[in-house]
């Protein structure tokens, strides 16, 4: 059971990422699934969250309006689409799901 997290780099303030985040050994179209993130010095958060059917998506209010989270089950993988990115985004970017985490990707955001 494995996540794989890709699609971090350094983006300009405004600026766009789609992370994905691949499944290996379970099929993710039964879980619901999450991204959280970790700034340097603070503590785990909840970034964004997708019901395993239908239902509806949840973000944290400091990146609603701005992200987007999508599952493709037929590709295993869960996507976070970010727009006008903000410095303060910049965090190592973790998919979760049933207590499983991926190693996480670096998203920085900076002139």
């Known amino acids: 059971v494995q996540l794989v997290e890709s699609g971090g780099g350094l983006v300009q303030p405004g600026g766009s990422l789609r992370l994905s985040c691949a499944a290996s050994?379970?099929?993710?179209?039964?879980?619901?699934m999450s991204w959280y993130r970790q700034a340097p010095g603070k503590e785990r958060e909840l970034v964004a969250f997708i019901p395993s059917r239908g239902g509806t998506t949840n973000y944290a209010d400091s990146v609603k309006g701005r992200f987007t989270i999508s599952r493709d089950n037929a590709k295993n993988t869960v996507y976070l689409q970010m727009n006008s990115l903000r410095p303060e985004d910049t965090a190592v970017y973790y998919c979760?799901?049933?207590?499983?985490w991926g190693q996480g990707t670096q998203v920085t955001v900076s002139t």
């Open positions: 050994g379970f099929t993710i179209s039964r879980y619901a």
């Open positions: 979760n799901t049933i207590g499983v």
